[in-house]
């Protein structure tokens, strides 16, 4: 399974951007990239994926580097309720789709 | 609907006992995985069920065992425990064609 790379933490302040940054310089033509964020004291809930175009829904956007071993999870109005450990996940759409290989994920804290 | 539901939330057991634990999927979802998240880490993916039979196992001693039912609720057994296994188990359930996992609030074990 392809590996990600991502900051421990990050700081944010409420009402203002967040780009949050995941390296995957391993990843294959097959694999996904996956967002997944879990709040404190809740299982993990699914935030946004994408293969290689930039991808927006309500909750977010993902914005994927051309040569794809890297890309950024962009929160475009921080609240309060978005702390949480944000994980980016590599997915093979050839492999099993219920398994998840998690890192240790960013935890991002929002100051008001 | 109903999202993911596992019981029970909370359970304490003692080294070498066994515990069951269980997880109902959203209703339609025939996929069925299990994740064990350690205090401080990102979830470890155990099982993964579709339609009643194994899909994934992941790097688990035997000690731990699951099932899926005709329903597609499923059971986590984990015999002879340790005290290392004392952790948060995570049921995620998947719908077909679907990419996004739904996570459970988790079962809190405690092995002492």
């Known amino acids: 399974d392809a590996k990600t790379t991502q900051p421990n933490s990050m700081e944010s302040n409420e009402e203002e951007p967040v780009h949050l940054p995941c390296n995957h310089s391993?990843?294959?033509?097959?694999?996904?990239i996956h967002w997944y964020r879990q709040l404190p004291s809740q299982g993990p809930e699914y935030v946004i994926h994408?293969?290689?175009s930039n991808v927006n829904n309500r909750m977010a956007s993902l914005a994927i580097a051309e040569d794809r071993k890297s890309s950024t999870l962009i929160l475009h109005r921080a609240t309060l309720r978005d702390a949480a450990v944000y994980y980016c996940?590599?997915?093979?759409?050839?492999?099993?789709?219920?398994?998840?290989?998690f890192g240790q994920g960013t935890e991002l804290s929002v100051k008001p | 609907d109903a999202g993911v539901t596992q019981s029970p939330t909370h359970l304490i057991k003692t080294r070498g006992q066994h515990v069951t634990l269980r997880c109902s999927p959203i209703?339609?979802?025939?996929?069925v995985s299990w994740y064990q998240q350690v205090l401080g880490q990102g979830p470890q993916f155990i099982f993964q069920?579709?339609?009643?039979?194994?899909?994934g196992r992941g790097n688990f001693p035997d000690r731990f065992s699951a099932r899926q039912f005709p329903n597609y609720s499923s059971e986590l057994n984990v015999n002879a425990l340790l005290l290392g296994d004392s952790a948060l188990y995570l049921c995620?359930?998947?719908?077909?064609?679907?990419?996004?996992?739904?996570f459970g609030p988790g079962t809190r074990l405690t092995v002492t």
């Open positions: 209703s339609g979802h025939k996929s």
């Open positions: 994408g293969l290689t």
């Open positions: 995620a359930s998947r719908g077909g064609g679907s990419y996004e996992q739904y």
């Open positions: 996940i590599l997915r093979d759409a050839g492999g099993q789709g219920g398994k998840l290989i």
């Open positions: 069920y579709y339609e009643k039979e194994e899909r």
């Open positions: 391993t990843i294959s033509g097959t694999d996904y």
